[in-house]
C-alpha cells in the first residue's frame, strides 16, 4: 500500500495536446512517456487520430474541437505547470488549442510544429500554417523546429537565424532549431547542432550523430522540455537536459522492422528478460 508522503508529493503537471500515434513513437504516447521520464505527470488531450506505421502518416483525423476544451475544464484539480502541443490537424482544433493555452496565463508553453511525418508526408496546408503564424505563435514561449519546419513557418529567404528572429518578431518567445533532419552549413556530419534564439542571446549544442532515422524524436524532446520547465528549470538549462534525455532515448532505441527507429524513453526500466517486481509481503 501506497504511503502518505507518496501520495502527496508533488509532480509537476504537464498539459499535452497532441494527435495520438498508435506505434508509440510519437504523439501523446511519447510525450507521456517523456514527461514521466522526466520527473512530470502528463495530462493528455488528443488533438488528432492519425494512421500510421515507422514509415509514413496515411490519414489523420481531426480531434472533436469541443470534447478538447471539455477536457481541458476538467483538470481543474492540477496545477498546470506548463503545456506542450504537437500536431494541429485543422483550423477547428487549432481554434480549440489556443482557447485551451489561454486558460493558463503565465504558463509556460513549448510547440512542437508537427508539419510533416517522418516519412515526408504533409500533415499541415499552406492556410494552417499561416493560422498558427497568427493565431499560435503570440502565446508560445519556446518553439522547437527542425529546419525544414522553420522553412515552412518563415517567409524570409534568409538563414536559420534570421528565420528565428523572424517568428521572434510574431511574438514567440524563443526557438530552439534542431539539425537532425539536416545538417546546417558548417556542422559536420557526424554531429547535430542545436540552436536557441532568443531576443537576448544564442547558444549551440553540439551532439554525436547517431546511425539510422528515428520515428518520434521530435516529440521527444519538445515534452522533455516541457518537463523540464514545469520543473522549474531555466530555459538554457531546460532545453540542455531535454537534448541530453532524448538523445539517450536514441540511443537505447528500438527498431520494430526495417523502417525508422522509435525512441526507449523508459530505457532505464527493466528489461524483459531481467526480474520483474517482487510482492510486497513475499
Do not use: Y
Not at 482557447?99 to 493558463?104: A, G, P, T
Amino acid at each position: 500500500m501506497a504511503d502518505e508522503t507518496s501520495l502527496t508529493r508533488h509532480l509537476p503537471a504537464v498539459l499535452v495536446l497532441a494527435g495520438h500515434d498508435p506505434t508509440g513513437g510519437a504523439g501523446l504516447v511519447a510525450d507521456a512517456e517523456a514527461i514521466a521520464a522526466c520527473g512530470g505527470w502528463a495530462l493528455t488531450i488528443p488533438t488528432a487520430l492519425t494512421v500510421q506505421n515507422c514509415r509514413d502518416v496515411t490519414a489523420v483525423f481531426p480531434g472533436d474541437p469541443d470534447a478538447m476544451r471539455a477536457m481541458a475544464a476538467a483538470l481543474g484539480e492540477f496545477e498546470i505547470a506548463a503545456i506542450k502541443v504537437g500536431l494541429v490537424a485543422d483550423l477547428a482544433t487549432l481554434d480549440a488549442v489556443t482557447d485551451i493555452v489561454r486558460r493558463f496565463p503565465g504558463v509556460p508553453l513549448v510547440v512542437d510544429p508537427v508539419l510533416r511525418a517522418g516519412g515526408g508526408g504533409e500533415l499541415s496546408t499552406a492556410e494552417l500554417v499561416d493560422a498558427c503564424r497568427s493565431r499560435l505563435l503570440p502565446l508560445v514561449d519556446i518553439l522547437t523546429p527542425n529546419r525544414h519546419e522553420l522553412r515552412r513557418l518563415s517567409v524570409s529567404e534568409e538563414e536559420d537565424t534570421e528565420r528565428a528572429v523572424e517568428l521572434m518578431t510574431l511574438g514567440c518567445q524563443a526557438v530552439l532549431v534542431t539539425g537532425t533532419d539536416s545538417p546546417a552549413a558548417g556542422t559536420p556530419g557526424d554531429r547535430v547542432a542545436h540552436t536557441l534564439h532568443t531576443p537576448d542571446q544564442s547558444r549551440q549544442w553540439s551532439w554525436p550523430r547517431l546511425q539510422g532515422s528515428f520515428h518520434g524524436s521530435g516529440c521527444t524532446l519538445a515534452a522533455a522540455l516541457a518537463a523540464r520547465l514545469a520543473a522549474g528549470e531555466s530555459l538554457v538549462a531546460a532545453c540542455e537536459q531535454a537534448q541530453a534525455f532524448t538523445w539517450q532515448a536514441l540511443a537505447h532505441g528500438w527498431r520494430p522492422g526495417s523502417d525508422q527507429a522509435l525512441p526507449r524513453r523508459l530505457w532505464q526500466l527493466p528489461s524483459p528478460a531481467e526480474p520483474r517486481w517482487a510482492r510486497p509481503d513475499a
